[in-house]
Nanobody, 117 residues
């Protein structure tokens, strides 16, 4: 069984920063994709950023230049550094992994990020 444990969410003022972490544990091997998605009330879950095992990254246009995704393969952990946060970044953030040579996927439980004015 694979567990994804997220941390780092919270309340921050607009313009501030937060760093999210997601650690994968259990019977896990060959993690290819690691990513962060978010979902706000009344909206569909959307991709924020993802990163491959080789370090290639992809960002939603709305966060380019403000968010940075990174990973520590030795720790099976993915991070999301969020700077210059805006009110519209408020959402529940979920980490997502694809592993087992692309045959399996998993989701974190979600962590709330609230940006206030």
């Amino acid at each position: 069984q694979v567990q994804l444990v997220e941390s780092g969410g919270g309340l921050v003022q607009a313009g501030g920063s937060l760093r999210l972490s997601c650690a994968a544990s259990g019977s896990i091997f060959s993690i290819n994709h690691m990513g962060w998605y978010r979902q706000s009330p009344g909206k569909q879950r959307e991709l924020v950023a993802d990163i491959t095992s080789s370090g290639s990254t992809n960002y939603a246009d709305s966060v380019k230049g403000r968010f940075t995704i990174s990973r520590d393969n030795a720790k099976n952990t993915v991070y999301l550094q969020m700077n210059s946060l805006k009110l519209e970044d408020t959402a529940v953030y979920y980490c997502h992994i694809i592993w087992g040579f692309g045959s399996r996927q998993g989701w974190g439980q979600g962590t709330q990020v609230t940006v206030s004015s």
